[in-house]
């Protein structure tokens, strides 16, 4: 589990069954499963209204000088990216 904060903040944790993770209020964060086994994942959270936000919504919603800082990269990077979230349809 990997979980990122401003200012280029980020922290990357590996887990074994039993294992507790904590994600501060505000952070981003992902899960990858890189075992064989199947993962099971408990979500505690801190008041009764869960929301997601995606990554594209928000690279989409910060300054292009906040993501630069962040990620270690020239603020170019981003100001050629598209500028609202895309949504990509499924294959039928």
Not at 16 to 39: M, R, S, W
Not at 71 to 91: C, D, H, Q, T, Y
């Amino acid at each position: 589990m990997t979980a990122f904060g401003s200012h280029g903040r980020a922290r990357t944790d590996e887990f074994a069954a039993g294992d507790v993770g904590y994600v501060p209020q505000g952070y981003g964060h992902y899960i990858e499963n890189t075992g064989k086994d199947e993962v099971q994942v408990v979500l505690v959270l801190n008041n009764a209204t869960y929301e997601s936000i995606s990554i594209t919504a928000w690279l989409v919603a910060n300054p292009d000088l906040l993501l630069a800082t962040n990620f270690g990269v020239p603020e170019s990077v981003f100001a050629s990216m598209p500028n609202r979230a895309l949504i990509i349809p499924k294959r039928g």
